[in-house]
């Protein structure tokens, strides 16, 4: 794999700000309503599991808390041996573990509770950037599944759920604009491909250069872009195609993004 193949993809990540599209639910909104009532009315009432009425209680009684705290996380572990359903995912995310911001003074408070180093606006700014958006992706499921499978077996439940007090994350995302030009910053966890492929040195690529190398990357995610590893994290900046910022002035922007 070309290096540039390997930039773009790390790119397209970057840039990509409040979250992807849920292919799921742009399909279900494209059938047609003829076909959804002919399969609703088809459908015959399911008589749910004492297992599964455990669940739904449990969910309820989780809905309830994040009505008065919406900002808080909880996951929840149901087993499949309880809710007599195969092949179902026996533990589940609650609330919001993805929050937005469309002010810098609320994203700073969600940051300053974090236990790593953060993302902050670069105190070199070109003139006329304002802060536009940012967004935190917390933990996955994935990450705390066996750890709370664990818990719940080692206290004999086959329902258990608890509140997630996240403090690290998997992704942050900061756009700054001046009036069509933009500049974001963003820190991930580098995979194992990002590890091999990137380093303290700093990876610049141009739009064009891009575009040349990848012709079928969108136009949307041509932008020139800096990346790097540091502090634990894959960080990268990224600038409109026409944006005048020199590869200079993304690396001074670098020594000042981060909040150690």
Known sequence: MK???????????????????NLAAEAASSR???????????????????????????????KKLLEKNPDDTYILYVSNELTKVKGKAEVDMLGNSMPKFSKYEDYLKKAASLKEATLQQPANLPKGYVFSAAEIIGPYTADFAAELKAEAKKLNKQIYSKKLNWTTTNETKLEFKNGDNFIKISSRKPDAVDKKNF????????????????????????????????????????ANPKNPMTKEDMIKLAKTMVKK
């Open 32 to 62: 047609s309503i003829s076909d959804i009532t002919l399969k609703t009315a088809a459908a015959k009432p399911k008589t749910m599991t004492e297992g599964e009425k455990l669940e739904k209680a449990e969910r309820e009684r989780i």
């Open 199 to 238: 380093s303290q040195e700093y990876t610049y690529t141009t739009a064009e250069k891009m575009k040349k190398d990848n012709p079928y990357v969108g136009e949307k995610y041509l932008v020139n872009s800096l990346v790097w590893i540091q502090h634990g994290k894959l960080l990268s900046i990224h």
């Open 3 to 21: 290096m540039t193949m390997k930039i773009a993809i790390a790119t397209i990540s970057g840039i990509l700000l409040f979250g992807s599209i």
